[in-house]
């Protein structure tokens, strides 16, 4: 049977295409400042690899921590701390007055962006009825290449202006507006009803599925109580164990893979891989 959408699940979609596209946006974003950086803050060339990766670093910790701030504070609460993340970042990318400042702005941008990774999907499979899910969650993911494409826009559209020595600010500072729209929408979504669950509110949870339009809450209530139970009464089996050893080397190698391709370089670097691939000539055309 079709389950429909109401107000709140339609703002879940508004926040999950914003939480993606916020996630690729500034994932990318430093990729067309690299110059003009270099020059503002007379970056050496391993400065610059630093200052590059310092949002990757972040991302890092934040998705190593993301599970933990999820389970003890929720979704909804962790991803307004995170959206309060990218707000920070964004304006104080644009407004650095040293490179110190600059690589603490992206370390927590980076903290926004490995922590909504993790617990933004989650968020949204917990909000989510079942017929819309996957859906739901596929749209997040779609939505952080989304953001990448937006951010290649924005600095070519801003590129335009000849805005000289500012030029990098506007172009860090873009991601501000809907890093403060993300933020606002959060405080107006309903919270987990699983993780309400979890926390024994229950009188929480039915209210919170009743908000997302759920045509029998209880029905729904008590499907997630028994899902709990069996996670909890599951045996607990350890990971690193003989026969799980393909899995775990296949995991691994798809990773590495990933970043082997030069995913990375397309991404920070395309001042260096753009001209070989239009031409000296045409590069000169499209950069000036």
Same mark, same amino acid.
């Given at each position: ?63 190593? /921590? ?22 920070? +970042?964004?304006?104080?990318? /644009? ?50 290449? /989304? ?6 826009? +924005? ?8 805005? &000289? ?22 405080? &107006? ?100």
């Amino acid at each position: 049977m079709t389950e429909k959408l109401n107000a709140t699940l339609l703002r879940t979609i508004v926040v999950a295409a914003l939480a993606g596209s916020l996630l690729g946006f500034d994932t990318a974003v430093i990729s067309g400042t690299t110059q003009p950086l270099t020059g503002a803050f007379a970056l050496s060339s391993v400065q610059l690899g630093i200052t590059v990766s310092a949002a990757l670093w972040g991302t890092v910790v934040g998705a190593i /921590a993301a599970g933990t701030m999820g389970r003890r504070l929720g979704p909804r609460t962790s991803l307004i701390i995170l959206a309060a993340c990218y707000l920070i +970042s964004a304006l104080g990318c /644009a407004f650095s007055t040293n490179w110190s400042m600059f690589l603490a702005a992206r370390f927590i941008g980076g903290l926004g962006m490995g922590g909504s990774s993790v617990i933004a999907p989650v968020y949204i499979a917990e909000v989510a009825p079942s017929f819309w899910r996957g859906r739901l969650v596929g749209a997040f993911q779609i939505n952080i290449i /989304a953001g990448i494409l937006l951010d290649y826009l +924005s600095n070519s559209i801003i590129g335009l202006f000849h805005l &000289g020595m500012f030029e990098w600010r506007w172009q860090l500072s873009v991601a501000a507006p809907p890093a403060a729209l993300f933020l606002v929408l959060m405080f &107006g979504n309903a919270p987990s009803p699983r993780w309400l669950a979890m926390q024994g509110r229950l009188q929480e949870a039915s209210e919170a599925l009743e908000r997302l339009g759920l045509p029998d809450s209880k029905a729904e209530l008590s499907r997630i109580l028994q899902s709990l139970q069996e996670t909890l009464g599951a045996r607990i089996d350890r990971l690193f164990q003989r026969k799980y050893r393909i899995p775990i080397l296949l995991t691994i190698a798809l990773v590495l893979f990933n970043q082997t391709i030069g995913i990375n370089a397309v991404l920070y670097y395309p001042r260096c891989w753009l001209p070989a691939l239009l031409g000296t000539a045409a590069y000169s055309r499209f950069s000036s």
